[in-house]
């Protein structure tokens, strides 16, 4: 079953929509309505992408790490968002502490509300 904070795989687009290779993707929330439709954001181990007080990074030393299901230290890009079919999501990998979720949450909600 599908929930918030999983990171699971996915075929992430390019900005350009072309095919994207296969990577992890955190779960943000399930959209409101009948669809299993799922706002994802791309997770990504190049960390020169990071976006400093935005994007969010996890490292290996960090308590919920493991539980995370990522190889290496990555970042959480907020910005870079889907909504996708939860049927075309591969599976789950693992899951973020809850307190990180809420944190990315928060700062992609600032952000809407600022722009």
């Known amino acids: 079953m599908k929930q918030a904070g999983q990171v699971v795989l996915f075929r992430f687009p390019q900005t ?3 095919e994207g290779k296969l990577r992890p993707a955190l779960l943000l929330g399930k959209l409101p309505g009948e ?3 799922w706002l994802i954001c791309m997770i990504s181990s ?3 992408h ?3 007080e935005f994007d969010e990074i996890i490292g290996e030393d960090d308590p ?3 539980e995370s299901g990522l190889k290496a230290a990555s970042v959480i890009r907020v ?3 889907a909504v996708v079919q939860g049927e075309i999501l591969l599976g789950a990998v693992g899951q973020i502490a809850p307190e990180r979720l809420q944190r990315i949450k928060r700062r992609l909600a600032e952000w809407l509300v600022e722009s």
């Open 64 to 66: 919920d790490f493991a």
């Open 16 to 18: 350009d929509l072309t």
């Open 50 to 52: 990071a976006i400093p």
């Open 79 to 81: 910005g870079r968002l």
């Open 46 to 48: 190049q960390m020169r």
């Open 35 to 37: 669809y299993d439709d």
